[in-house]
């Protein structure tokens, strides 16, 4: 991927140098008089020609419009491979790292793009918050748990809808709420949904697994809690709070 943006720059550079010597050649033209040689002229008609088969001066305003947006999508493409790499840096081990939910947050929305951008927009609100040191990191699968629960639940409202992601730190804590405007849970679901094997999925759309995972990470392993407020309708509001200062003990 670096190698191909670094082409693209070169390339980028040849054709600017490309684009003068086009100019050049205009200027060229126009000043050509009945006292040139003939031999002179027969070339520069070829070129002329040439210029207008191959459609030069529309090439030279297209091409460095096409390869600022390859570039662009390259950086965009590269930075998405790079999401991935840290959204599967899943392990077990008890070895502490640093982790920035803000971060977390877009590598899942990144992966979970595919399925956001038909159903629903997000709206972020990210505070300035600490990076907490935590075992591990399965952060980001129940992020992105989280939001795909979101967009599933819009989907099945038949219209577009709104994702909220907003981030702040309260007494210790890191925290993240994540809300949607969707169908919203029943309130006889709501202490169900933890539950292994509870779902309201249609069989063989869910497992029921995914929350109940979810729950057993954030409050389990990483000493943390995980909520949910609904109205039926409405939406869904997931909260999950993290300590700032991990007890290892």
Do not use: W
């Not at 943006?5 to 126009?30: A, D, F, G, P, Q």
């Not at 159903?119 to 609100?125: G, P, R, T």
């Amino acid at each position: 991927m670096g190698f191909t943006i670094s082409n693209l720059e070169t390339l980028k550079k040849y054709c600017s140098r490309l684009k003068e010597v086009v100019i050049k050649y205009s200027e060229l033209k126009e000043a050509v008089t009945a006292d040139v040689a003939e031999e002179l002229k027969r070339i520069l008609e070829e070129v002329d020609e040439l210029n207008k088969r191959y459609h030069v001066d529309s090439i030279k305003d297209d091409i460095e419009v096409l390869i600022d947006e390859t570039n662009e999508g390259l950086h965009r493409i590269k930075k998405i491979v790079k999401g991935l790499r840290v959204f599967s840096r899943v392990d077990n081990t008890d070895d502490l790292i640093d982790y920035n939910i803000n971060e977390g947050i877009e590598n899942s929305i990144m992966v979970a793009n595919n399925e956001i951008k038909y159903y629903a927009d997000i709206e972020k609100n990210y505070s300035d918050i600490s990076t907490i040191t935590l075992p591990g990191n399965q952060i980001n699968q129940v992020l992105l748990n989280i939001i795909i629960n979101a967009v599933h639940a819009i989907k099945q409202n038949g219209q577009r809808g709104l994702i909220k992601i907003s981030t702040y730190e309260d007494n210790g804590y890191v925290c993240c709420d994540i809300e949607d405007n969707g169908m919203g849970i029943p309130e006889e679901n709501l202490n169900k949904i933890f539950n292994p094997f509870f779902t309201t999925k249609p069989v063989g759309e869910g497992t029921g697994l995914g929350l109940s995972i979810s729950y057993d990470i954030i409050v389990n392993k990483y000493n943390g809690e995980m909520t949910v407020k609904s109205t039926l309708g409405k939406g869904t509001i997931f909260t999950i709070k993290l300590p700032i200062k991990y007890d290892t003990l």
